[in-house]
């Protein structure tokens, strides 16, 4: 007799598979991008749709609704122009507000232009947009307490 223990006494092979713990992981995958995209959804309808936060003036105007054509620059503090979350050039701008004015001529430019930013910079977006041929120009500006 060998030292090896019969084929029926050995251990037992694991057949299954146990999905329980990969459930809960794609629940709470769920959840996650649910939150996610509702906050998203929210910046979205609030107009923050360059991809960058700014510190806006405050202003007493009225609520800017942003449409689905309309253009959203932001401007930061350093000067450096934000599109959809990518940073752009003069030259850059000057072709995004001009396939804008194609497709829609009255688009509207929302610039969200940091508090500490630079009056020229605002000027020179807003020059841009006019030169493209886009009339529709609003600053944007976050409420004044009461």
């Given at each position: 007799m060998s030292g090896k223990p019969p084929e029926d006494e050995g251990e037992a092979i694991f057949a299954e598979i146990n999905i329980t713990p990969l459930?809960?992981?794609?629940?709470v995958l769920l959840i996650i991008f649910m939150v996610t995209s509702s906050v998203?959804?929210?910046?979205?309808?609030?107009?923050?749709?360059?991809?960058v936060t700014v510190n806006l003036p405050?202003?007493?105007?009225?609520?800017?609704?942003?449409?689905?054509?309309?253009?959203?620059?932001?401007?930061?503090?350093?000067?450096h122009m934000v599109v959809d979350g990518k940073t752009v050039d003069p030259d850059q701008l000057r072709a995004i507000f001009a396939s804008a004015h194609?497709?829609?001529?009255?688009?509207?430019?929302?610039?969200?232009?940091?508090?500490?930013?630079?009056?020229?910079?605002?000027?020179g977006v807003m020059e841009l947009?006019?030169?493209?041929?886009?009339?529709?120009?609003?600053i944007a500006t976050r409420r004044a307490p009461k």
């Open positions: 459930t809960d992981i794609f629940l998203k959804m929210e910046e979205i309808e609030r107009g923050a749709r360059s991809g405050k202003g007493a105007s009225k609520e800017l609704a942003p449409g689905a054509s309309d253009v959203t620059v932001a401007i930061t503090t350093d000067g194609q497709k829609d001529a009255d688009t509207q430019v929302i610039v969200q232009a940091d508090e500490a930013t630079h009056h020229g910079r605002v000027v947009a006019k030169t493209a041929g886009l009339r529709r120009l609003a």
